[in-house]
């Protein structure tokens, strides 16, 4: 479990103080999926990072598990948005997947894990590739096979998908929801996109505008596995998009940044 009590982050910029985040309350169950939609600059990747343990709130305590968050949590995992920059362009791709597990198993068994977490993001028989010989969304599925390759309880995503086009993106989704459903595990996913949010979560959060505050929090009590023509042709997911729009454009500060 996530939780957040009274966090808030104050930045100092040519001395004087800049308030970007809350302070925010947040509570996050075992293996929920719960998404983050806010304008830029409202303190979206802020939030993810203090809770990562990257950075440090100015007042309030984050805990997982009960843990004080004072450093880096044990297995918890960071996905950026810039894919192109979390992969090691010197390392083939079995070297950047099975890299997280260097030191914690044998040899052999980081390769066979990493080769099965290939697999499963649909990069067998590119093993032997470097980065920069993949496209977009090939790197992107190869962020995702790095971080799960470790089989974190905890998975943050900041706009992992937001630099791929928009069918690539929506395999990367349809991924991401397949491995997350044949492994439950506790998503923080930060977006721009309504859609995306309400398609992968079981809630959605919207944040106001700097110092970014929750302004609601929505249940989304749609049926799983979910599919992109199925789920969004429901007749419900219409109505939660119509109801996050309106809140969108109803929050000060939110109205230019929503992708509907």
Not at 88 to 104: A, C, M, S
Not at 106 to 122: E, H
Not at 206 to 214: A, D, V
Request: proline share 7%.
């Amino acid at each position: 479990m996530i939780e957040l009590s009274g966090v808030s982050k104050e930045y100092a910029r040519a001395g004087v103080p800049t308030q970007a985040l809350g302070p925010v309350d947040l509570s996050v169950r075992s293996q929920q999926f719960v998404s983050i939609v806010g304008p830029s600059g409202c303190g979206k990747s802020t939030l993810l990072r203090c809770v990562a343990g990257l950075m440090s709130p100015t007042e309030g305590m984050i805990t997982i598990d009960a843990r004080p968050v004072l450093g880096v949590p044990d297995r918890t995992i960071y996905v950026f948005q810039e894919y192109s920059r979390s992969l090691f362009p010197w390392l083939r791709l079995v070297g950047n997947v099975e890299f997280p597990l260097l030191g914690t198993m044998p040899r052999q068994a980081a390769r066979m894990k990493a080769l099965r977490y290939i697999s499963l993001v649909g990069l067998g028989g590119f093993e032997t590739h470097y980065p920069w010989e993949l496209s977009g969304g090939m790197q992107q599925r190869a962020a995702i096979a790095r971080a799960l390759v470790k089989e974190p309880d905890f998975l943050l995503m900041d706009e992992p998908f937001g630099s791929v086009d928009a069918q690539t993106r929506t395999q990367l989704e349809d991924l991401l929801l397949e491995l997350w459903s044949a492994r439950p595990r506790t998503v923080l996913f930060v977006t721009h996109d309504i859609e995306e949010a309400i398609y992968l979560s079981d809630r959605v959060l919207i944040m106001s505008g700097r110092p970014g505050r929750f302004v609601d929090d929505v249940t989304i009590d749609l049926q799983r596995p979910r599919r992109h023509i199925d789920t969004k042709e429901d007749p419900r997911f219409a109505e939660y998009r119509r109801h996050l729009f309106s809140l969108i454009l109803d929050t000060p500060g939110t109205r230019t940044d929503a992708r509907c």
